[in-house]
């Protein structure tokens, strides 16, 4: 009987153990990847989001989606964001192939923003683009 209570105890625990272990795992706070096309179609849906461009200022005024604003992924640190003063706002995030915007994604989640979605690249992007720095 004591073997069969001692072998209970033990699978308890390491049930606990895991489901413990797992729950902290999904719990992790993230941002989400979807394509331009899904980004696209958030756009037209939404009203209340911002388009960030994560390239240098250079890359931005060559060609950017309209509406975009430009805050480059190396400026991204530990400091508030001015330019996003709603850490629950939807920010749709975009470079030129998609690796600054993962980047940038990670440490805006990291600063406490939680609406974030990042679609790659520009070089992806099947819609309208404008150049310069204003519209």
């Known amino acids: ?42 756009m037209e849906e939404e009203t209340d989001y911002i388009i960030l461009d994560v390239r240098t ?3 931005y005024e060559t060609a950017h989606i ?28 975009y470079c030129r192939s998609g690796n600054r915007s993962k980047q940038a994604s990670e440490k805006l989640v990291n600063q406490g923003y939680t609406n974030i979605v990042e679609f790659g690249g520009i070089n992806n992007w099947m819609g309208e683009t404008v150049s310069g720095s204003e519209e």
Request: some cysteine; proline content about 4%.
């Open 1 to 42: 009987m004591k073997q069969l209570a001692v072998i209970l105890l033990i699978t308890l625990v390491t049930v606990l153990i895991f489901t413990g272990c797992k729950h902290s795992a999904d719990n992790k706070k993230s941002y989400r990847q979807i394509s331009s096309e899904e980004a696209a179609t958030m």
């Open 57 to 59: 200022r250079e890359e």
């Open 66 to 93: 309209p509406g975009a604003i430009c805050i480059p992924n190396e400026t991204i640190g530990t400091e508030d964001i001015t330019e996003l003063p709603d850490k629950d706002q939807l920010i749709l995030v």
